[in-house]
C-alpha cells in the first residue's frame, strides 16, 4: 500500500507564508505525477497545483505567481509554498499522487489525509 503524510499547515495572517510538505512511502515503483487539491466545507475539491515526473506544473489561477509547487524525489516528496496568503485561501489542502505501484501496475491514484490552512484577515 501507499501513504502520503501531509505536514505544514496551520494559522496564519493574510500576507504571510507557509510550507505544506507530502511524503509519499510505501510500494511506489514510479511517483508519475504529485499535486495539491484543496477544499473548503460544502465544496468540491479543487486543483492548486500539479507537478509531472518530466518537471512540468500547473497553477490555478488563483494562486498563479504567490505558490510554488517543486518536489525531491529522492525523498518522494512534494511541497508547496505559499506566499502572500488570503483568507480565502482558507481550506482543508489535500496532497494527491499518481504512482505506479509495480513495472506491471496499473497507475493508481492516492490522496493524503489532508492538513488545515487558515489565513486571518
Known amino acids: 500500500q501507499v501513504q502520503l503524510v501531509e505536514s505544514g499547515g496551520g494559522l496564519v495572517q493574510a500576507g504571510g507564508s507557509l510550507r505544506l510538505s507530502c511524503a509519499a512511502s510505501?510500494?511506489?515503483?514510479?511517483?508519475?505525477?504529485m499535486g495539491w487539491y484543496r477544499q473548503v466545507p460544502g465544496k468540491q475539491r479543487d486543483l492548486v497545483a500539479t507537478t509531472t515526473r518530466s518537471g512540468s506544473t500547473n497553477y490555478a489561477d488563483s494562486v498563479k505567481g504567490r505558490f510554488t509547487i517543486s518536489t525531491d524525489n529522492a525523498k518522494n516528496t512534494v511541497y508547496l509554498q505559499m506566499n502572500s496568503l488570503k483568507p480565502e485561501d482558507t481550506a482543508v489542502y489535500y496532497c494527491?499522487?499518481?504512482?505506479?505501484?509495480?513495472?506491471?501496475?496499473?497507475?493508481?491514484?492516492?490522496w493524503g489525509q489532508g492538513t488545515q490552512v487558515t489565513v486571518s484577515s
Open positions: 494527491n499522487a499518481e504512482i505506479l505501484q509495480t513495472y506491471w501496475a496499473v497507475l493508481s491514484t492516492f
Open positions: 510505501g510500494s511506489i515503483f514510479r511517483i508519475n505525477a
